[in-house]
């Protein structure tokens, strides 16, 4: 059962151009996008309310995946495959740190911290002493060393579940 999210056209092209160059401008990303740099100025005054925008949609697509995992038999197995296709987005909350300026931004990341480590410690005994953070940041740049080797043709996207969860399950829980 896959999470399915309406397309933001402009956000995932954005997403899609920054996670390329984190340092794209909005003359790029409007470029990229198919429309003018006046049309996206008129849905963003400036780069940082599309940053923030960007953002907002990550989190929406990772608060929909969080709350559909745990209707599966295998949670933490859902809530990666159904992530990785966003990696674009994933790599925003690490790869423009100015977005956390914004306090939404900052309350719902720090909110999708608890679900995401409920959801590992239900696949097994989370070892003694690692705080949820780690587990979560960890599980995050899994994920995203998996979507950025599917990008570049070094992994087939069926065999990047699998080496996410085997990498993580192996080194932070113990089963």
């Known amino acids: 059962m896959s999470v399915q999210l309406v397309s ?8 899609a151009v920054l996670a390329k160059d984190p340092a794209a401008s909005l003359g790029q990303i409007a ?19 599309l940053l923030v925008a960007v953002a907002a949609r990550a989190l929406d697509i990772g608060e929909a995946v969080i709350a559909a995992a745990p209707a599966d038999a295998d949670p933490l197995r859902r ?30 990341t720090d909110a999708l911290t608890a679900p995401i480590a409920a959801i590992v410690a239900g696949a097994g005994s989370v070892r003694t002493g690692v705080p949820d953070w780690w587990l979560v940041r960890s599980l995050h740049a899994l994920m995203f060393t ?9 992994l087939a996207p069926r065999d ?7 990498t993580f399950t192996g080194g932070v829980l113990t089963r």
Not at 79 to 107: C, I, K, N, R, W
Not at 146 to 154: I, K, M, N, P, S
Not at 160 to 166: M, R, Y
């Open 79 to 108: 809530m990666v495959v159904d992530l990785l296709p966003f990696g674009a987005y994933l790599t925003l909350l690490t790869a423009q740190p100015e977005v956390f300026a914004d306090d939404d931004v900052t309350s719902r």
């Open 160 to 166: 990047a579940p699998d080496l996410v969860l085997s």
């Open 31 to 49: 470029l990229a996008a198919g429309i003018g740099r006046t049309t996206l100025h008129k849905q963003f005054a400036t780069r940082h309310d």
């Open 8 to 15: 933001a056209p402009v956000l995932d092209v954005a997403a």
């Open 146 to 154: 998996a979507w950025e080797l599917v990008q570049g043709g070094w």
